[in-house]
């Protein structure tokens, strides 16, 4: 077996464990600072930290330290450093503005930096798995706090007043006293000098008197550029003297080039030079597939002399495979028994016994993220140096990677992160990073590799294919007694070692093994699957087949039984409790269960709140019907309504889709209705026309008329979104990814509610024309 | 020699005239608000105004525009305050924002042709260009108020 249970650890996880183990003092050396600190967050109090999460985990932890987040010029503006990825949460805004907010600073005279790639001055910098606000909400306030405090210092001691009789308001520390006022800029140089308080001595704002936070006010500090076309994504950047480049890969993962010739291509106006890429054996986690690269004074010249090339490949191990015949093994596969992961009671013979038994194969395909902007990256590589810019997700993964590609120190890389046009977790592979390094070594100048939407189409990280195989088993009253799920797919820990066929506790843990029922007997199984392919993180990874699976089974049950599909669903998850299922070291997100737990409470409330909001039960016209259906992931619970109408011949709109979230403590409202609206429209693309496949080896299909997704003339009328207040103390959790999963089974479930037509495999194309 | 007015400076260019208008705006003349996203003219990323015309720019070539006046999203409106400019941050439409430089030019374009569309001619209009983001709905909501200031 090879199972990872944190996926980072796949780029060098050892490494991190000893930075953890470094002592505060040497890390301090290390950086040059004297008198800040550095902290993993397990070293921080309980009590400090109010909750607990998985950020110290992460590799390189968290860092909690103003002089590395924020500075206060003499004018007064003050700089507060972003070390997220924008790709279009707003994490950009909000993480910035929650220390803003603590430090009672002034946000029109803020500005927002962004970090270069570097997790040991900055902590961990990866912004996947939905973890930003939640790993930071907490630290970027204390970050705050830190900095406000040390401004009332200041303050304090140039009035010779005590610091208790001093305040931070708005830009300015005020005695009330004697009604004296300093702004922050008139501070700055006083402040910089006190010493920077303990966590466990800060006094954080009340929230009642937040100004930005949960209010949802502040837009996007880039949100000026973006309409004006001056924000910077990838592609964007230029340097003197910059050569253009595209890139032929092998057309089969595990493909390598034979061949090629570049007469042609060196003909096309605009190129200069064709040359070999350098490729890695499959699989070989993000690095190049190797290839032809064309070198052009624009990237048009690039493309063109692409086209002219001739290229001879060899296939390699997967050039035989075939989505169809992959799909009747998988099938297979989920009707024989497999590693067994979960096991509650005797599901085997509750299932013999059972008076009833609803069997569901469901099927998703492989999907390309297509984020607007295709992979491209700049790097200029100058003898043992090399700076890239680039759209990443992960940039101290990209600098780890881009060093050990080129064999140089760590130390001298830099990787500037500039706005992403989309990630959905593409961008969290830095392989174009590293084509563009490689490339910019060799050509001795800098170097832009800009992926074609066919590139990425065929040459991506995909996600996974999947047949989920969900038996129910009823007794004479209806009551569900027995409940048998077999996920078959291969795992995306086969792009990291060779021979993988088990999925990994990560992928497990999105739906499958945590699966919240109130059952008696229970087994979750894991027959194997071979990749064939290069497959990653994909929005809400796992979750979308398995949310998809266990939801329509829901659907099928109350169909079987002649229930209300809510009511069914809230006799399934059953009473409010923690769901403590029998796994071994469950994956949790990476958070500790004790302020993460399985609470079905907040699972019920979400599906009573969408439903009495939503209008559960309204009556709808002829040929619309509804779906409802709920999904835990990313440590959120939300719940979907969605109305579909669907005409004679079978064309389906979506007038109205409710969606109710409960993601903890927030941050911002305004940016988690963009990211649910968002969702939908990505869960309805999937169910419309996700899907990639293979023959021969070779994806199928090439640009967006092949590979559809959803546009505004199909998009749902109105999407409403209802954000759960967090109690006191309910701590942050993800908002980014999990708004896709249940969107897919409420549509399939309001469909079935339409037509009576039952879905099982996705996308629908043509299933419900005839 | 092709000659070309881009925002409403004189551009020439005498390299290959069936170079796509989208490379030669972005890797030749320096303006990189107009994105690529397909070359297909299949998601509206590189949408400019040709005259009075919406056109992808990744299906032009310099050479079809020759003698032409060609308005890109830097020259919509000196301060970026065209209406659909206000209108997009008044509603905060953009997640990433990649494909609004391509939706705010089209709604610009639709709105110099029908200053008053309904939904329905929104929704159509704005067809051809993708948001993968998902941002349809203030989109639609956002052209509606840069056309009615409601
Ligand atoms: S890049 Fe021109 S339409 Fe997509
Ligand atoms: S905002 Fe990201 S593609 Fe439209």
Same mark, same amino acid.
Request: hydrophobic share 40%.
């Given at each position: 077996?090879?199972?990872?249970?944190? !996926?980072?650890?796949?780029?060098?996880?050892?490494?991190?464990?000893?930075?953890?183990?470094?002592?505060?003092?040497?890390?301090?050396?290390?950086?040059?600072?004297?008198?800040?600190? &550095?902290?993993?967050?397990?070293?921080?109090?309980?009590?400090?930290?109010?909750?607990?999460?998985?950020?110290?985990?992460?590799?390189?932890?968290?860092?909690?330290?103003?002089?590395?987040?924020?500075?206060?010029? !003499?004018?007064?503006?003050?700089?507060?450093?972003?070390?997220?990825?924008?790709?279009?949460?707003?994490?950009?805004?909000?993480?910035?503005?929650?220390?803003?907010?603590?430090?009672?600073?002034?946000?029109?005279?803020?500005?927002?930096?962004?970090?270069?790639?570097?997790?040991?001055?900055?902590?961990?910098?990866?912004?996947?798995?939905?973890?930003?606000?939640?790993?930071?909400?907490?630290?970027?306030?204390?970050?705050?706090?830190?900095?406000?405090?040390?401004?009332?210092?200041?303050?304090?001691?140039?009035?010779?007043?005590?610091?208790?009789?001093?305040?931070?308001?708005?830009?300015?520390?005020?005695?009330?006293?004697?009604?004296?006022?300093?702004?922050?800029?008139?501070?700055?140089?006083?402040?910089?000098?006190?010493?920077?308080?303990?966590?466990?001595?800060?006094?954080?704002?009340?929230?009642?008197?937040?100004?930005?936070?949960?209010?949802?006010?502040?837009?996007?500090?880039?949100?000026?550029?973006?309409?004006?076309?001056?924000?910077?994504?990838?592609?964007?950047?230029?340097?003197?003297?910059?050569? $253009?480049?595209?890139?032929?890969?092998?057309?089969?993962?595990?493909?390598?080039?034979?061949?090629?010739?570049?007469?042609?291509?060196?003909?096309? !106006?605009?190129?200069?030079?064709?040359?070999?890429?350098?490729?890695?054996?499959?699989?070989?986690?993000?690095?190049?597939?190797?290839? #032809?690269?064309?070198?052009?004074?624009?990237?048009?010249?690039?493309?063109?002399?692409?086209?002219?090339?001739?290229?001879?490949?060899?296939?390699?191990?997967?050039?035989? $495979?075939?989505?169809?015949?992959?799909?009747?093994?998988?099938?297979?596969?989920?009707?024989?028994?497999?590693?067994?992961?979960?096991?509650?009671?005797?599901?085997?013979?509750?299932?013999?016994?059972?008076?009833?038994?609803?069997?569901?194969?469901?099927?998703?395909?492989?999907?390309?993220?297509?984020?607007?902007?295709?992979? @491209?990256?700049?790097?200029?590589?100058?003898?043992?140096?090399?700076?890239?810019?680039?759209?990443?997700?992960?940039?101290?993964?990209?600098?780890?990677?881009?060093?050990?590609?080129?064999?140089?120190?760590?130390?001298?890389?830099?990787?500037?992160?500039?706005?992403?046009?989309?990630?959905? /977790?593409?961008?969290?592979?830095?392989?174009?990073?590293?084509?563009?390094?490689?490339?910019?070594?060799?050509?001795?100048?800098?170097?832009?590799?800009?992926?074609?939407?066919?590139?990425?189409?065929?040459?991506?990280?995909?996600?996974?294919?999947?047949?989920?195989?969900?038996?129910?088993?009823?007794?004479?009253?209806?009551?569900?007694?027995?409940?048998?799920?077999?996920?078959?797919?291969?795992?995306?820990?086969?792009?990291?070692?060779?021979?993988?066929?088990?999925?990994?506790?990560?992928?497990?843990?999105?739906?499958?093994?945590?699966?919240?029922?109130?059952?008696?007997?229970?087994?979750?199984?894991?027959?194997?699957?071979?990749?064939?392919?290069?497959?990653?993180?994909?929005?809400?990874?796992?979750?979308?087949?398995?949310?998809?699976?266990?939801?329509?089974?829901?659907?099928?049950?109350?169909?079987?039984?002649?229930?209300?599909?809510?009511?069914?669903?809230?006799?399934?998850?059953?009473?409010?409790?923690?769901?403590?299922?029998?796994?071994?070291?469950?994956?949790?997100? /990476?958070?500790?269960?004790?302020?993460?737990?399985?609470?079905?409470?907040?699972?019920?409330?979400?599906?009573?709140?969408?439903?009495?909001?939503?209008?559960?039960?309204?009556?709808?016209?002829?040929?619309?019907?509804?779906?409802?259906?709920?999904?835990?992931?990313?440590?959120?619970?939300?719940?979907?309504?969605?109305?579909?109408?669907?005409?004679?011949?079978?064309?389906?709109?979506?007038?109205?889709?409710?969606?109710?979230?409960?993601?903890?403590?927030?941050?911002?409202?305004?940016?988690?209705?963009?990211?649910?609206?968002?969702?939908?429209?990505?869960?309805?693309?999937?169910?419309? $026309?996700?899907?990639?496949?293979?023959?021969?080896?070779?994806?199928?299909?090439?640009?967006?008329?092949?590979?559809?997704? &959803?546009?505004?003339?199909?998009?749902?009328?109105?999407?409403? @979104?209802?954000?759960?207040?967090?109690?006191?103390?309910?701590?942050?959790? /993800?908002?980014?990814?999990?708004? @896709?999963?249940?969107?897919?089974?409420?549509?399939?479930?309001?469909?079935?509610?339409?037509?009576?037509?039952?879905?099982?495999?996705?996308?629908?194309?043509?299933?419900?024309?005839? | 020699?092709?000659? #070309?007015?881009?925002?409403?400076?004189?551009?020439?260019?005498?390299?290959?005239?069936?170079?796509?208008?989208?490379?030669?705006?972005?890797?030749?003349?320096?303006?990189?608000?107009?994105?690529?996203?397909?070359?297909?003219?299949?998601?509206?990323?590189?949408?400019?105004?040709?005259?009075?015309?919406?056109?992808?720019?990744? &299906?032009?070539?310099?050479?079809?525009?020759?003698?032409?006046?060609?308005?890109?999203?830097?020259?919509?409106?000196?301060?970026?305050?065209?209406?659909?400019?206000?209108?997009?941050?008044?509603?905060?439409?953009?997640?990433?924002?990649?494909?609004?430089?391509?939706?705010?030019?089209?709604?610009?374009?639709?709105?110099?042709?029908?200053?008053?569309?309904?939904?329905?001619?929104?929704?159509?209009?704005?067809?051809?260009?993708?948001?993968?983001?998902?941002?349809?709905?203030?989109?639609?909501?956002? #052209?509606?108020?840069?056309?009615?200031?409601?």
């Amino acid at each position: 077996m090879n199972f990872i249970d944190n !996926p980072r650890k796949l780029r060098g996880f050892e490494k991190h464990v000893r930075v953890e183990k470094v002592s505060r003092r040497s890390i301090l050396k290390g950086l040059g600072i004297t008198g800040g600190f &550095v902290l993993a967050a397990p070293v921080m109090s309980r009590q400090a930290l109010a909750y607990e999460t998985g950020a110290g985990k992460m590799p390189h932890g968290v860092v909690v330290d103003p002089r590395v987040f924020v500075s206060v010029a !003499p004018d007064g503006i003050v700089t507060i450093v972003g070390h997220r990825s924008e790709m279009g949460t707003g994490v950009r805004t909000s993480l910035p503005l929650i220390v803003a907010e603590e430090m009672e600073a002034d946000w029109s005279r803020v500005k927002v930096q962004q970090a270069h790639g570097d997790e040991v001055k900055f902590g961990n910098q990866d912004t996947d798995g939905s973890r930003s606000t939640r790993h930071y909400l907490m630290p970027m306030r204390q970050i705050g706090a830190s900095a406000r405090t040390m401004l009332e210092q200041a303050a304090a001691k140039r009035w010779g007043v005590p610091a208790t009789e001093v305040k931070a308001v708005n830009h300015e520390v005020v005695h009330s006293a004697s009604g004296r006022k300093l702004g922050f800029g008139e501070l700055a140089a006083d402040a910089a000098k006190e010493s920077v308080p303990s966590i466990e001595g800060l006094k954080l704002k009340d929230p009642k008197d937040f100004r930005y936070l949960t209010k949802g006010q502040v837009g996007m500090v880039d949100l000026h550029d973006i309409t004006t076309g001056k924000a910077r994504y990838g592609a964007d950047v230029r340097l003197p003297g910059m050569k $253009y480049a595209v890139i032929a890969r092998p057309p089969v993962t595990g493909g390598t080039l034979v061949s090629f010739d570049p007469d042609a291509a060196l003909k096309v !106006p605009g190129v200069e030079k064709v040359m070999k890429v350098q490729g890695w054996p499959w699989p070989s986690k993000f690095q190049p597939l190797g290839g #032809v690269a064309v070198i052009a004074r624009n990237t048009g010249a690039a493309i063109k002399g692409r086209d002219a090339l001739k290229l001879v490949w060899d296939d390699g191990p997967n050039g035989k $495979y075939d989505s169809v015949a992959y799909r009747k093994e998988l099938e297979e596969a989920s009707r024989k028994p497999g590693l067994v992961l979960r096991k509650e009671g005797d599901a085997d013979a509750a299932l013999k016994g059972a008076d009833k038994v609803i069997v569901g194969e469901y099927y998703v395909p492989h999907l390309a993220h297509v984020a607007m902007e295709p992979p @491209v990256a700049v790097a200029d590589v100058k003898g043992d140096k090399a700076e890239i810019w680039a759209p990443v997700q992960s940039p101290g993964g990209t600098r780890e990677d881009v060093a050990k590609t080129l064999g140089i120190p760590e130390g001298n890389v830099t990787v500037n992160v500039t706005l992403l046009g989309g990630g959905f /977790g593409r961008k969290s592979k830095c392989d174009f990073a590293l084509e563009a390094a490689l490339l910019s070594k060799e050509l001795g100048a800098p170097v832009k590799v800009q992926w074609t939407r066919e590139d990425d189409i065929h040459n991506g990280f995909l996600h996974t294919v999947s047949v989920e195989r969900i038996e129910a088993g009823l007794d004479k009253s209806g009551k569900v007694i027995a409940w048998r799920h077999r996920s078959v797919a291969p795992s995306i820990a086969s792009t990291f070692a060779a021979g993988t066929v088990h999925q990994a506790p990560f992928e497990i843990g999105m739906g499958l093994v945590d699966m919240p029922f109130e059952i008696a007997n229970i087994s979750c199984e894991n027959p194997e699957a071979a990749a064939h392919t290069r497959i990653g993180w994909f929005r809400s990874v796992s979750n979308i087949p398995r949310a998809f699976a266990v939801q329509s089974m829901v659907g099928e049950i109350a169909q079987a039984t002649g229930r209300d599909q809510k009511d069914m669903l809230l006799e399934l998850i059953g009473s409010p409790r923690i769901v403590k299922p029998n796994v071994k070291d469950l994956w949790n997100y /990476g958070e500790p269960q004790d302020s993460y737990p399985i609470d079905t409470a907040r699972l019920r409330k979400v599906v009573e709140l969408v439903a009495e909001k939503g209008g559960w039960g309204r009556q709808v016209p002829k040929g619309h019907g509804l779906g409802i259906a709920v999904h835990r992931s990313f440590v959120s619970y939300i719940a979907t309504i969605v109305e579909v109408a669907v005409d004679d011949k079978g064309k389906l709109t979506v007038p109205r889709v409710d969606t109710a979230i409960d993601c903890g403590t927030y941050v911002n409202p305004e940016r988690i209705a963009s990211q649910i609206e968002g969702a939908a429209i990505m869960g309805l693309s999937l169910v419309k $026309y996700g899907e990639i496949s293979f023959k021969e080896g070779k994806v199928q299909q090439k640009n967006f008329d092949d590979f559809q997704v &959803v546009r505004i003339d199909e998009s749902p009328v109105v999407t409403n @979104v209802y954000i759960v207040p967090p109690g006191p103390d309910t701590p942050p959790s /993800g908002v980014g990814e999990p708004g @896709v999963p249940p969107f897919a089974p409420a549509l399939i479930n309001a469909i079935f509610a339409a037509t009576g037509k039952r879905i099982r495999s996705l996308p629908i194309g043509k299933q419900l024309e005839a | 020699m092709i000659k #070309v007015k881009i925002n409403g400076q004189e551009q020439s260019w005498d390299g290959d005239p069936d170079l796509p208008l989208l490379w030669f705006l972005r890797d030749e003349a320096g303006l990189t608000g107009t994105k690529y996203g397909c070359g297909q003219a299949l998601c509206g990323a590189c949408t400019v105004i040709v005259d009075k015309e919406a056109v992808r720019a990744c &299906v032009t070539s310099v050479n079809d525009v020759a003698g032409r006046e060609v308005t890109t999203i830097e020259g919509l409106h000196p301060n970026g305050d065209h209406p659909v400019q206000k209108a997009w941050r008044q509603l905060n439409v953009p997640q990433c924002g990649f494909c609004q430089a391509g939706q705010i030019v089209q709604a610009a374009a639709l709105l110099m042709d029908n200053p008053k569309p309904s939904h329905d001619q929104i929704r159509e209009a704005m067809s051809g260009n993708i948001c993968r983001c998902g941002c349809y709905q203030r989109i639609e909501n956002a #052209v509606h108020l840069a056309s009615t200031g409601v």
